[in-house]
């Protein structure tokens, strides 16, 4: 951003903005990084590796080791599309290289979240008969 002073008679100095560099991206303050995609890749993958610990080996892992992560599912699901949908919206009007990333994690939480619930939908169904 550019600032000129000029000074006017009676008024004292007079700010005028310069219109062509008043303009500031997210990237120029300090401390704001562009969002990339990996944590949305990194949550879907690990929300949907989740869905395969039941079948850790019993004489291995303890119950709990086996059974906990499918409580954490449906959270890192959502927050794998949030941010992946954040990521995108950040990209937006920039070439960027890591937009596959962002795709691919939302697929991921799109997965993680639908599988389960559809699961437990089928379930209340199948039960209700």
């Known amino acids: 951003m550019s600032i000129h002073v000029?000074?006017?008679?009676?008024?004292?100095?007079?700010?005028?903005?310069?219109p062509e560099t008043s303009g500031h991206d997210d990237?120029?303050?300090p401390g704001h990084q562009a969002r990339t995609g990996a944590f949305s890749l990194f949550a879907g993958v690990l929300a949907v590796?989740?869905?395969g610990c039941p079948?850790?080996?019993?004489?291995?892992?303890?119950?709990?080791?086996?059974?906990?992560?499918?409580?954490?599912?449906?959270p890192l699901g959502i927050?794998?599309?949030f941010s992946g949908v954040g990521a995108l919206r950040d990209m937006r009007g920039r070439p960027a290289p890591?937009?596959?990333?962002?795709?691919a994690g939302i697929v991921l939480g799109a997965i993680a979240?639908?599988?389960p619930?559809?699961?437990?939908?089928?379930?209340?169904?199948?039960?209700s008969i």
């Not at 000029?6 to 310069?18: A, F, M, N």
């Not at 079948?55 to 449906?74: E, G, N, Q, S, T």
């Open 6 to 18: 000029s000074p006017s008679g009676d008024c004292g100095p007079h700010l005028t903005v310069d």
């Open 27 to 29: 990237e120029d303050l």
């Open 49 to 51: 590796t989740m869905g």
């Open 55 to 74: 079948w850790l080996p019993a004489a291995v892992f303890p119950v709990w080791l086996r059974y906990f992560p499918l409580y954490l599912i449906i």
């Open 79 to 81: 927050s794998a599309l």
């Open 98 to 103: 890591a937009r596959g990333r962002a795709r």
């Open 113 to 115: 979240v639908i599988v």
């Open 117 to 127: 619930v559809g699961i437990a939908v089928w379930g209340v169904w199948v039960l």
